[in-house]
């Protein structure tokens, strides 16, 4: 487990930031040419779409991890994921879900003082909704867990998180993945961010891909 973290917290100080636009070396030219920004392709789908909106409602910024590929998140009463990415060629793949506990909290701060209505504190809510995806995962109770550091949840804009690097049941649902490494992270009084990696080999190259993946969320400042 301590490698996971470590890879995790590696894997968040290397990111190269990628160019607005790829430079135009056409010589003699009359007019000038406006740069061209690619569309991405994954902005026409119906499931980006809404996982736009579940972004912009927890204030978290996504940026599209290069080289992976758009799948069809998993959507459940087992699994409840809202957006999906494949890294092409690699047994790897990551599942997202994004939460905004800002209704949530408001409801909280109104009934906190309600004798007659307990009310979970939303800032506590990824805790138990992290725990609960990993018994999913896992059928096991007790999945070893770690506190994600401060200086990793500052990157990421965030006050709390926790990781888990799980050995997964044999399932068709997460397509008999063997392993899977969760990332759990909360912003006070704004959101959560569930990330999942999954993986047949935890080995080196496991890590490498995380490492591609790990910059995809972080919450605006």
């Known amino acids: ?61 996504y940026t599209p991890p290069k080289g992976f590929k758009e799948i069809p998140a998993p959507d459940d009463e ?10 092409p060629g690699q047994d790897f793949e990551v599942w997202f879900q994004v939460k905004s ?34 018994i999913a995962f896992t059928g096991e109770r007790d999945n070893f867990i770690r506190s994600i550091p401060v200086n990793v949840l500052n990157r990421y804009k965030a006050d709390a998180g926790k990781s888990y690097l799980l050995n997964l049941l044999d399932l068709p649902a997460t397509k008999h993945y063997k392993y899977a490494l969760l990332i759990a992270l909360q912003r006070n009084h704004t959101g959560t961010i569930m990330a999942v990696c999954f993986t047949n080999d935890k080995g080196p190259e496991f890590f490498k891909n995380v490492d591609k993946a790990s910059n995809c969320l972080k919450f605006k400042p």
């Not at 569309?39 to 026409?44: E, I, L, Q, V, Y």
């Not at 087992?78 to 890294?87: C, W």
């Not at 506590?124 to 609960?132: E, K, P």
């Open 1 to 61: 487990m301590a490698l996971s973290l470590l890879c995790f917290v590696k894997s968040i100080a290397q990111i190269s930031p990628r160019p607005l636009y790829a430079q135009n070396n056409k010589k003699h030219t009359a007019a000038k040419v406006k740069p061209s920004y690619p569309k991405s392709k994954t902005s026409a789908t119906d499931q980006f779409k809404e996982f736009t909106r579940l972004l912009a409602q927890a204030n978290v910024i």
């Open 78 to 87: 087992d699994f409840s994921f809202d957006y999906a990415l494949q890294l």
């Open 101 to 134: 506990q800002k209704e949530n909290y408001t409801s909280y701060e109104q009934g906190q003082y309600d004798i007659d209505r307990e009310t979970e504190n939303p800032d506590s809510i990824y805790i138990n909704m992290s725990r609960a995806q990993a």
